[in-house]
T-cell receptor, first 115, second 115 residues
Framework: AQKVTQAQTEISVVEKEDVTLDCVYETRDTTYYLFWYKQPPSGELVFLIRRNSFDEQNEISGRYSWNFQKSTSSFNFTITASQVVDSAVYFCALSARDSNYQLIWGAGTKLIIKP | EAGVAQSPRYKIIEKRQSVAFWCNPISGHATLYWYQQILGQGPKLLIQFQNNGVVDDSQLPKDRFSAERLKGVDSTLKIQPAKLEDSAVYLC?????????????FGNGTRLTVT
């Protein structure tokens, strides 16, 4: 069975702090994709990043970075020097053959950045 | 490029009434999805279209929900009759390539309240 776990229901930090959102996944497939989406209060889910199972290189995009570790089945997301505009719910998702390639979503982590 | 358009933005109906939602995907996107998102949860796939054909509707409550994408472009999702538990945000998404690994682009969603 496939599963995505985001154990942190809610995180609250003060602006400019760094914050890491955890994502742990389960799949028996060797080929799969992992995603992060952001859902601000407006409600629209915004695609942030996709990583395939054969590419374990970490990725950095501005203040955002992602750490993919197959050994621990984790795909964690770090925001450096957080800003109030980063406040949103963040979802991690998995796509693999076992789920007929449909996205398996985590429950989301609500991130609150206080000014 | 214009994003995924959805309407209405909000809808309040009484139980046992019917309601319809409309979605226009990004131009040229062949794959269209309808998701249901209950507050505090990740999105749940209701139906996936590839052009005007259904790829996956295994989680669509077919006794009350229906969806169509007649010309392979825009789509409507209908609920008839609505139940209290249908209160949720209904999200439409599209992608340029079918299935596996292709990022989804979401609309703002329709927030449905059933009283």
């Amino acid at each position: 069975a496939q599963k995505v776990t985001q154990a942190q229901t809610e995180i609250s930090v003060v602006e400019k702090e760094d914050v890491t959102l955890d994502c742990v996944y389960e799949t028996r497939d060797t080929t799969y994709y992992l995603f992060w989406y952001k859902q601000p209060p407006s409600g629209e889910l915004v695609f942030l990043i996709r990583r395939n199972s054969f590419d374990e290189q970490n990725e950095i995009s501005g203040r955002y970075s992602w750490n993919f570790q197959k050994s621990t089945s984790s795909f964690n997301f770090t925001i450096t020097a957080s800003q109030v505009v980063d406040s949103a719910v963040y979802f991690c998702a998995l796509s693999a053959r076992d789920s007929n390639y449909q996205l398996i979503w985590g429950a989301g982590t609500k991130l609150i950045i206080k000014p | 490029e214009a994003g995924v358009a959805q309407s209405p933005r909000y809808k309040i109906i009484e139980k046992r009434q019917s309601v319809a939602f409309w979605c226009n995907p990004i131009s040229g996107h062949a794959t269209l999805y309808w998701y249901q998102q209950i507050l505090g949860q990740g999105p749940k796939l209701l139906i996936q279209f590839q052009n005007n054909g259904v790829v996956d509707d295994s989680q669509l409550p077919k006794d009350r929900f229906s969806a169509e994408r007649l010309k392979g472009v825009d789509s409507t999702l209908k609920i008839q009759p609505a139940k209290l538990e249908d209160s949720a945000v209904y999200l439409c998404a599209s992608s340029g390539l079918p299935g596996f690994g292709s990022p989804l682009h979401f609309g703002n969603g329709t927030r449905l309240t059933v009283t």
